[in-house]
T-cell receptor
Framework: EPEVTQTPSHQVTQMGQEVILRCVPI?????FYWYRQILGQKVEFLVS????????KSEIFDDQFSVERPDGSNFTLKIRSTKLEDSAMYFC??????????FGPGTRLTVT | RKEVEQDPGPFNVPEGATVAFNCTYS??????FFWYRQDCRKEPKLLMS???SGNEDGRFTAQLNRASQYISLLIRDSKLSDSATYLC????????????FGKGTMLLVSP
């Protein structure tokens, strides 16, 4: 069964550093998403991406964040200058023509 | 009013029991509704989409009441493996793809 994959599974970084989280969506999917979940809290939408551009973003997705699809398979989330409050689990998801979104296993980001 | 509200639980039930979860959502323009399950420190996994006519998948039945802005999930014949947090998820209407998650209802099934 096809699945979304994410790397790394855990990233530790110092405050102010840049991080890039990577995702490989399901191969025939067209819509890609990033969500985050702070420990003990609900899953929150960050951004959706379609046809090589951002289609929607939340208030959380400020100028520190960017997304890119550098090739035909990868989808990345970059945080330019990490803050302590960016520590969370980051989930990538993808969907086809329906809105059923399938999530990857997540990257746990720890900012120290 | 919170966008998606769920009773956090936990619901403690014995194996074989029937359990029901409810969820309310605030945006009347929402068009897509889902139940996901999430195991501790894992990703949300799609359990089922929820349709206006209601739908059933094995032991799981989902219902949608648009007039009351209410979604339910019924689990029959609970198994130990059903222990998880069940997330009610709604598209908020700001855009087709934006999903808003509830905080989840925890289910613990005991032998």
């Amino acid at each position: 069964e096809p699945e979304v994959t994410q790397t790394p599974s855990h990233q530790v970084t110092q405050m102010g550093q840049e991080v890039i989280l990577r995702c490989v969506p399901i191969s025939n999917h067209l819509y890609f998403y990033w969500y985050r979940q702070i420990l003990g809290q609900k899953v929150e939408f960050l951004v959706s991406f379609y046809n090589n551009e951002i289609s929607e973003k939340s208030e959380i997705f400020d100028d520190q964040f960017s997304v890119e699809r550098p090739d035909g398979s990868n989808f990345t989330l970059k945080i330019r200058s990490t803050k302590l409050e960016d520590s969370a689990m980051y989930f990538c998801a993808s969907s086809g023509w329906t809105n059923e979104q399938y999530f990857g296993p997540g990257t746990r980001l720890t900012v120290t | 009013r919170k966008e998606v509200e769920q009773d956090p639980g936990p619901f403690n039930v014995p194996e074989g029991a029937t359990v029901a979860f409810n969820c309310t959502y605030s945006n009347s323009a929402s068009q897509s509704f889902f139940w996901y399950r999430q195991d501790c420190r894992k990703e949300p996994k799609l359990l089922m989409s929820v349709y206006s006519s209601g739908n059933e998948d094995g032991r799981f039945t989902a219902q949608l009441n648009r007039a009351s802005q209410y979604i339910s999930l019924l689990i029959r014949d609970s198994k130990l493996s059903d222990s998880a947090t069940y997330l009610c998820v709604v598209n908020t209407g700001r855009g087709y793809s934006t999903l808003t998650f509830g905080k989840g209802t925890m289910l613990l099934v005991s032998p």
